[in-house]
T-cell receptor, first 112, second 114 residues
Protein backbone atom coordinates (compact mmCIF):
# COMPACT_ATOMS: atom_id res chain seq x y z
CA UNK A 1 0.00 0.00 0.00
CA UNK A 2 1.19 3.51 -0.80
CA UNK A 3 2.16 5.66 2.15
CA UNK A 4 2.36 9.42 2.49
CA UNK A 5 4.84 11.69 4.23
CA UNK A 6 3.91 15.17 5.44
CA UNK A 7 5.71 17.81 7.52
CA UNK A 8 4.36 17.70 11.08
CA UNK A 9 3.55 21.40 11.31
CA UNK A 10 3.44 24.65 9.36
CA UNK A 11 2.54 28.26 10.04
CA UNK A 12 0.92 30.62 7.58
CA UNK A 13 0.00 34.30 7.85
CA UNK A 14 -3.67 35.12 7.48
CA UNK A 15 -4.53 36.17 3.94
CA UNK A 16 -1.50 34.45 2.44
CA UNK A 17 -1.49 31.21 0.47
CA UNK A 18 -0.84 28.04 2.46
CA UNK A 19 1.10 25.41 0.53
CA UNK A 20 1.02 21.98 2.15
CA UNK A 21 3.31 19.34 0.62
CA UNK A 22 2.86 15.59 0.58
CA UNK A 23 5.22 12.87 -0.57
CA UNK A 24 3.70 9.65 -1.95
CA UNK A 25 6.62 8.16 -3.84
CA UNK A 26 5.22 4.58 -3.86
CA UNK A 27 1.82 5.51 -5.30
CA UNK A 28 0.46 3.20 -7.99
CA UNK A 29 -0.78 4.38 -11.35
CA UNK A 30 -4.48 4.13 -10.54
CA UNK A 31 -4.37 5.42 -6.96
CA UNK A 32 -6.00 8.75 -6.19
CA UNK A 33 -4.64 11.33 -3.75
CA UNK A 34 -7.16 12.78 -1.31
CA UNK A 35 -6.88 15.70 1.10
CA UNK A 36 -8.95 16.07 4.24
CA UNK A 37 -8.71 18.35 7.23
CA UNK A 38 -9.73 17.86 10.82
CA UNK A 39 -10.55 20.73 13.11
CA UNK A 40 -10.08 20.02 16.81
CA UNK A 41 -11.29 16.39 16.98
CA UNK A 42 -14.30 16.89 14.74
CA UNK A 43 -14.80 14.42 11.91
CA UNK A 44 -12.41 14.84 8.97
CA UNK A 45 -13.72 17.14 6.25
CA UNK A 46 -13.15 16.38 2.57
CA UNK A 47 -11.22 19.05 0.66
CA UNK A 48 -10.22 17.75 -2.76
CA UNK A 49 -8.86 14.75 -4.62
CA UNK A 50 -7.08 13.99 -7.89
CA UNK A 51 -5.40 11.32 -9.97
CA UNK A 52 -2.85 13.06 -12.19
CA UNK A 53 -4.27 16.36 -13.35
CA UNK A 54 -4.27 19.47 -11.21
CA UNK A 55 -7.64 20.08 -9.57
CA UNK A 56 -9.35 23.17 -8.16
CA UNK A 57 -12.56 23.66 -6.25
CA UNK A 58 -14.02 26.36 -4.04
CA UNK A 59 -11.84 25.36 -1.10
CA UNK A 60 -8.43 24.64 -2.54
CA UNK A 61 -6.18 23.62 -5.42
CA UNK A 62 -4.31 20.36 -5.75
CA UNK A 63 -1.09 20.25 -7.72
CA UNK A 64 0.23 16.77 -8.53
CA UNK A 65 3.71 16.37 -10.00
CA UNK A 66 4.03 14.72 -13.38
CA UNK A 67 5.64 11.60 -11.89
CA UNK A 68 2.82 11.56 -9.27
CA UNK A 69 5.31 11.06 -6.44
CA UNK A 70 4.28 14.21 -4.62
CA UNK A 71 1.51 16.75 -4.43
CA UNK A 72 0.78 20.14 -2.89
CA UNK A 73 -2.47 21.38 -1.44
CA UNK A 74 -2.90 25.12 -1.84
CA UNK A 75 -5.30 27.19 0.27
CA UNK A 76 -5.19 30.45 -1.70
CA UNK A 77 -6.11 32.92 1.06
CA UNK A 78 -5.77 31.28 4.46
CA UNK A 79 -8.06 32.42 7.27
CA UNK A 80 -7.97 31.70 10.99
CA UNK A 81 -10.71 29.12 10.44
CA UNK A 82 -8.30 27.10 8.26
CA UNK A 83 -6.25 26.21 11.35
CA UNK A 84 -6.51 22.40 11.42
CA UNK A 85 -4.67 19.15 10.84
CA UNK A 86 -4.45 18.41 7.12
CA UNK A 87 -4.22 14.79 5.98
CA UNK A 88 -2.90 13.60 2.65
CA UNK A 89 -4.37 10.19 1.86
CA UNK A 90 -3.86 7.62 -0.82
CA UNK A 91 -6.13 4.68 -1.35
CA UNK A 92 -5.07 1.13 -0.86
CA UNK A 93 -7.03 -2.06 -1.42
CA UNK A 94 -7.76 -5.17 0.59
CA UNK A 95 -9.43 -7.99 -1.34
CA UNK A 96 -10.54 -5.55 -3.99
CA UNK A 97 -12.16 -3.10 -1.57
CA UNK A 98 -10.73 0.39 -1.44
CA UNK A 99 -9.61 1.89 1.83
CA UNK A 100 -7.96 5.14 2.91
CA UNK A 101 -4.41 5.10 4.24
CA UNK A 102 -3.99 8.30 6.23
CA UNK A 103 -0.67 10.10 6.48
CA UNK A 104 0.45 11.49 9.83
CA UNK A 105 -0.91 14.90 8.92
CA UNK A 106 0.34 18.50 8.95
CA UNK A 107 -0.83 20.75 11.75
CA UNK A 108 -1.42 24.11 10.04
CA UNK A 109 -1.63 27.17 12.21
CA UNK A 110 -2.87 30.35 10.54
CA UNK A 111 -1.52 33.41 12.32
CA UNK A 112 -3.33 36.74 12.61
CA UNK B 1 -28.42 15.99 2.79
CA UNK B 2 -24.68 15.28 3.01
CA UNK B 3 -24.61 14.35 6.64
CA UNK B 4 -23.41 11.34 8.57
CA UNK B 5 -24.79 11.28 12.11
CA UNK B 6 -23.34 9.42 15.06
CA UNK B 7 -24.79 8.73 18.48
CA UNK B 8 -23.97 9.12 21.24
CA UNK B 9 -21.51 12.02 21.13
CA UNK B 10 -19.84 10.86 24.33
CA UNK B 11 -19.85 7.48 26.06
CA UNK B 12 -18.29 6.37 29.32
CA UNK B 13 -18.37 2.65 30.01
CA UNK B 14 -16.87 0.17 32.40
CA UNK B 15 -14.83 -2.80 31.27
CA UNK B 16 -17.70 -5.20 31.93
CA UNK B 17 -20.36 -3.16 30.14
CA UNK B 18 -21.96 -3.77 26.76
CA UNK B 19 -22.75 -0.73 24.69
CA UNK B 20 -23.34 0.17 21.05
CA UNK B 21 -22.36 3.05 18.80
CA UNK B 22 -24.71 4.05 16.02
CA UNK B 23 -24.05 5.66 12.65
CA UNK B 24 -26.64 6.75 10.10
CA UNK B 25 -26.61 8.25 6.61
CA UNK B 26 -29.40 8.98 4.16
CA UNK B 27 -27.34 9.76 1.08
CA UNK B 28 -27.85 6.37 -0.58
CA UNK B 29 -24.22 5.46 0.04
CA UNK B 30 -23.39 1.77 -0.27
CA UNK B 31 -20.05 1.75 1.55
CA UNK B 32 -19.73 2.47 5.27
CA UNK B 33 -16.65 2.56 7.47
CA UNK B 34 -15.59 2.52 11.11
CA UNK B 35 -12.36 4.24 12.16
CA UNK B 36 -10.62 4.58 15.51
CA UNK B 37 -8.61 7.69 16.32
CA UNK B 38 -6.32 8.08 19.32
CA UNK B 39 -5.26 11.53 20.48
CA UNK B 40 -2.87 13.31 18.11
CA UNK B 41 -2.87 10.35 15.69
CA UNK B 42 -4.53 9.89 12.29
CA UNK B 43 -7.70 7.81 12.00
CA UNK B 44 -7.12 4.07 11.63
CA UNK B 45 -9.52 1.95 9.63
CA UNK B 46 -11.33 -0.79 11.55
CA UNK B 47 -14.09 -2.13 9.30
CA UNK B 48 -15.57 -1.59 5.84
CA UNK B 49 -19.06 -2.61 4.77
CA UNK B 50 -19.83 -2.81 1.06
CA UNK B 51 -23.49 -3.25 0.11
CA UNK B 52 -24.24 -4.25 3.71
CA UNK B 53 -21.64 -7.00 3.74
CA UNK B 54 -18.43 -6.87 5.77
CA UNK B 55 -15.61 -6.58 3.25
CA UNK B 56 -12.65 -5.47 5.40
CA UNK B 57 -11.81 -6.27 9.01
CA UNK B 58 -8.42 -4.79 9.84
CA UNK B 59 -7.63 -7.49 12.44
CA UNK B 60 -9.80 -5.78 15.02
CA UNK B 61 -10.22 -7.60 18.39
CA UNK B 62 -13.50 -9.48 18.75
CA UNK B 63 -14.62 -7.22 21.59
CA UNK B 64 -15.61 -4.86 18.75
CA UNK B 65 -18.48 -6.29 16.70
CA UNK B 66 -19.81 -4.36 13.70
CA UNK B 67 -23.29 -4.72 12.26
CA UNK B 68 -24.97 -3.26 9.19
CA UNK B 69 -28.72 -3.88 9.54
CA UNK B 70 -29.58 -1.92 6.39
CA UNK B 71 -27.98 0.37 3.85
CA UNK B 72 -28.44 3.49 6.01
CA UNK B 73 -27.36 2.20 9.39
CA UNK B 74 -24.10 0.97 10.86
CA UNK B 75 -23.60 -0.15 14.44
CA UNK B 76 -20.51 -0.97 16.47
CA UNK B 77 -21.20 -3.23 19.44
CA UNK B 78 -18.74 -2.98 22.31
CA UNK B 79 -18.15 -5.62 24.98
CA UNK B 80 -15.44 -6.13 27.59
CA UNK B 81 -13.38 -3.20 26.39
CA UNK B 82 -10.03 -2.19 27.84
CA UNK B 83 -8.95 1.30 28.94
CA UNK B 84 -6.65 1.49 25.89
CA UNK B 85 -9.77 1.32 23.70
CA UNK B 86 -10.63 4.84 24.79
CA UNK B 87 -10.60 6.93 21.61
CA UNK B 88 -12.69 8.87 19.11
CA UNK B 89 -14.69 6.47 16.95
CA UNK B 90 -15.53 7.83 13.52
CA UNK B 91 -18.02 6.56 11.01
CA UNK B 92 -17.84 7.41 7.31
CA UNK B 93 -19.72 6.58 4.14
CA UNK B 94 -19.10 6.81 0.42
CA UNK B 95 -21.28 6.39 -2.64
CA UNK B 96 -19.64 3.24 -3.96
CA UNK B 97 -16.98 1.04 -2.36
CA UNK B 98 -14.90 0.67 -5.51
CA UNK B 99 -14.72 4.14 -6.96
CA UNK B 100 -12.97 7.46 -6.50
CA UNK B 101 -15.88 9.02 -4.61
CA UNK B 102 -14.88 10.75 -1.40
CA UNK B 103 -15.84 9.58 2.07
CA UNK B 104 -18.10 11.66 4.30
CA UNK B 105 -17.25 11.48 7.98
CA UNK B 106 -19.52 11.84 10.99
CA UNK B 107 -18.58 13.92 14.04
CA UNK B 108 -17.48 10.87 16.01
CA UNK B 109 -18.25 9.30 19.38
CA UNK B 110 -15.76 10.04 22.15
CA UNK B 111 -15.44 6.78 24.12
CA UNK B 112 -13.90 6.52 27.56
CA UNK B 113 -13.40 3.08 29.11
CA UNK B 114 -12.97 3.09 32.89
Amino acid sequence: DAKTTQPPSMDCAEGRAANLPCNHSTISGNEYVYWYRQIHSQGPQYIIHGLKNNETNEMASLIITEDRKSSTLILPHATLRDTAVYYCIVRGTTSGTYKYIFGTGTRLKVLA
Amino acid sequence: DTEVTQTPKHLVMGMTNKKSLKCEQHMGHRAMYWYKQKAKKPPELMFVYSYEKLSINESVPSRFSPECPNSSLLNLHLHALQPEDSALYLCASSLEPSSSYEQYFGPGTRLTVT
